[in-house]
Nanobody
């Protein structure tokens, strides 16, 4: 009932920037929290950042000062601006959202498919 579609990944040189987007669609009344995670090959999925409906943000220590999460509530879209990228930032970045469905007013908790970010010279 809710789909998340990420975009904006790609190949970038160390020190470069990328902006990821994640758009939520479906029977959504509200998206309360939207998050980004990442998973490198052979490693567990790590939390990167989250933003609440009111704009409150939280970041993993390893991205503080380099990444910025933001959202457009009207579009049910969350963004991740990534600056000063490092090779160790290479991973599949996955979007996550939780909120409330229309009609049923049930909660949803949904994952996207992910977008690959590769930082390499």
């Amino acid at each position: 009932q809710v789909q998340l579609v990420e975009s904006g990944g790609g190949l970038v040189q160390p020190g470069g920037s990328l902006r990821l987007s994640c758009a939520a669609s479906g029977s959504i009344l509200s998206t309360e929290v939207m998050r980004w995670y990442r998973q490198a090959p052979g490693k567990q999925r790590d939390f990167v950042a989250q933003i609440g409906s009111g704009g409150t943000t939280n970041y993993a220590e390893f991205v503080k000062g380099r990444f910025t999460i933001s959202r457009d509530n009207a579009k049910n879209t969350v963004y991740l601006q990534m600056n000063s990228l490092k090779p160790e930032d290479t991973a599949v970045y996955v979007c996550n959202a939780e909120g409330v469905l229309t009609l049923t007013l049930r909660l949803f908790y949904t994952w996207g498919q992910g977008t690959q970010v590769t930082v390499s010279s």
